[in-house]
């Protein structure tokens, strides 16, 4: 965020900029500089008959004596933490007073003053000061933050496209390394095994059998395991963190500001007013007529205030129709004819009330500074709450694409652990029991059958890597591709009521799928179970799932694992319990339950088979 623009600011930012970094710089000694000259060119001298040359080097002597204290002025505000808007003020008096003391004690040396006051030139010196360094102050960092703005949006911009490309690249390389080793660790020696065991089944028998369930045990537990519990349990490392960007060095940027100013330049206008009355009062208050200054503030609230107000509908929609260059011209066109109509204005009034008509010329020109710097201050301003709104909408959807890349990286990850743990696992174990149980019998009649299924399940571990969202989406088709991955292994049955049919939608029915598969799972490597049953009924806005298994049942207490270990901490009901000499795992999933299988969880002990 840019200084004056933060969110929560509660001073607006024309205000914010008299005490931001900006609020003093070089400008702000060069067009008071100029704005003094012309004043001593158009007005002191032929009212006061001031010498020309001694006066003006005493205007060029006084700005001098200023830069110390404008140098410190602005090294103060570009230490302060938060925005000063009272001290920028401050130090805007400061220099008036300043400027009136060096008047004071310099023009006896240069050019003696008709009217030697302290306190007059206090006053003056410091309406001086407030009715230009701030105007300056808010055109030049109007201009600057704009320009700092449209540099952020831009940099922003590639700052999030580069940290997306990078985590897409480091997530591409990470799923790489996990498939390289499933490819490598369990397909490769998979496809081997398709071949060994049918010959070693040939030639050794019972031995040959044994040995490759033994390695098809050992591949499950030290190679699949691990893996798929890493790929769950264990959120991506990955993060799209935009690198920062060297922001180029804030510099006066004019064109599209002027654009802007130039197509409505009355905004503002009635800031501009407020100054010119100020003005009037402090220039006629030597003639000290109450009536002069009450009238000529009338007028001055008429020409500066009233007609612009009225112009400027006319203009927005007039204007905005017109090339840059002549929207300027007339603008610059339409605050002289302001101005001057002002002026002759005052200069009549004077010849009424008074009956001397002493002309301002210089007010004209203070009018068409006041008025450009106006102008584009309120365009800067509202071009930096246009690009202000476009950066929170491009950092808030750069969010939103990181946080989707996030979602599915681990998306990714976690679908590849599941498969590892359920079909892979669930096939794996299924071929080692059809070996072990053929070992028992070493039948020849049944040899064929027995490297058929075996084949089959190894096949399965194939299809399932190669296609790992294989399932379909119906509750009972789902739990019924869960279970044939244990044909020939077990005996597996599955009962599943209408009601939960037609209330399961497709996120849950994929989280019932996951729950059956890991706990028929359980069952068989470690609780040796050999017939499985699964219920799966609607309890009012509950899905029930029950499944019952003859095997030895929990032993101890171990800790959370892959699959059901995530449930207890996702908000979940569940029950593992022994019942008539069988197990029964109980889980109960609100219908619209998408969320029960998260997998950023913490591990935490619980009373659960992993």
């Given amino acids: 965020m840019t200084e004056g623009t933060a969110p929560g600011t509660r001073a607006p930012a024309w205000w914010s900029a008299l005490g931001g970094r900006n609020a003093l710089s070089v400008w702000s000694w060069l067009l008071p500089t100029a704005a003094a000259l012309a004043f001593t060119a158009l007005v ?127 997530f591409a ?32 028998a019972g031995a040959g059998a044994l040995a490759g ?90 020409i500066f205030g009233a007609v612009p107000a009225a112009l400027r509908p006319w203009i927005t929609v007039g204007w905005s129709r017109m090339p840059a260059s002549w929207a300027w011209l007339l603008s610059a066109c339409l605050w002289a004819v302001l101005g001057l109509v002002g002026v002759a204005g005052t200069a009549s009034i004077m010849s009424v009330v008074i009956g001397d008509g002493v002309v301002f010329w210089a007010v004209t020109v203070a009018y068409l500074v006041l008025s450009a710097l106006s102008a584009v201050a309120v365009a ?6 246009a690009l202000q709104a476009e950066l929170t909408g491009l950092l808030s959807r750069q969010e939103a694409l990181a946080s989707r890349l996030i979602q599915r990286i681990d998306y990714e990850r976690r679908e590849l652990g599941l498969v590892l ?104 490597r470690h609780g040796q179970a050999e017939t499985v049953e699964v219920d799966v009924a609607l309890e009012g806005d509950w899905i029930c799932v029950r499944v019952w298994d003859d095997g030895l049942g929990p032993v101890g207490t171990r800790h959370l694992g892959a699959g059901l270990g995530t449930l207890g901490d996702s908000g979940v009901s569940w029950s593992l319990e022994r019942v008539g000499g069988r197990t029964l795992l109980t889980v109960r999933l609100g219908v619209l339950a998408a969320f029960v299988m998260e997998t950023e969880q913490s591990e935490g002990p619980a009373t659960v088979i992993a």
């Fill in 44 to 170: 002191e001298v032929p009212a006061f008959g001031y010498r020309p040359w001694p006066r003006v080097l005493l205007v060029v002597c006084v700005q001098v004596v200023l830069i110390p204290l404008m140098v410190g002025g602005h090294a103060l505000l570009r230490r302060q933490a938060h925005l000063k808007p009272v001290l920028g003020m401050s130090i805007f008096v400061a220099l008036g007073m300043t400027r009136g003391f060096a008047v004071d004690v310099l023009a006896p040396y240069i050019e003696p003053v008709a009217m030697s006051s302290l306190a007059y030139q206090l006053a003056l010196n410091v309406t001086y000061a407030l009715l230009t360094l701030p105007f300056i102050a808010l055109a030049v960092d109007s201009i600057r933050r704009y320009r700092e703005l449209r540099a952020r949006v831009r940099d922003e911009a590639r700052r999030w496209q580069q940290a997306l490309s990078e985590a897409e690249a480091e």
């Fill in 173 to 204: 390389r990470e799923y790489a390394t996990y498939r390289e080793t499933v490819d490598s660790e369990v397909m490769a020696r998979v496809i081997d095994l398709q071949d060994e065991i049918a010959s070693l089944a040939r030639e050794a």
């Fill in 213 to 302: 369930a033994e390695e098809l045990r050992r591949l499950s537990a030290e190679v699949v395991r691990p893996l798929s519990h890493e790929l769950i349990l264990e959120p991506s490392a990955i993060r799209v963190v935009p690198a920062p960007l060297a922001a180029p060095p804030p510099h006066l940027g004019l064109r599209d500001v002027l654009r802007d100013a130039g197509r409505s330049p009355l905004a503002g206008h009635w800031g501009v007013c407020l100054v010119m009355g100020l003005l009037g009062l402090v220039g006629l208050s030597p003639y000290g007529s109450a009536p002069l200054l009450v009238v000529n503030l009338g007028w001055d609230l008429l």
């Fill in 380 to 385: 800067g301003f509202r071009r930096q709450l």
């Fill in 421 to 524: 743990h359920g079909s892979v696992q669930a096939s794996l174990t299924r071929a080692a029991i059809v070996l072990d149980r053929w070992g028992e019998t070493l039948d020849p009649q049944t040899l064929p059958a027995v490297i058929s299924e075996v084949g089959a399940a190894l096949d399965g571990v194939v299809s399932a890597l190669d296609l790992r969202d294989h399932l379909q989406v119906g509750l009972e088709a789902v739990v019924r591709d869960r279970l044939r991955l244990w044909d020939g292994a077990i005996d597996c049955r599955a009962s599943i009521s209408e009601e939960a049919a037609a209330a399961t939608d497709g996120a849950v029915a994929k989280v019932v799928g996951e729950v059956v598969g890991e706990a028929v799972t359980n069952a068989v």
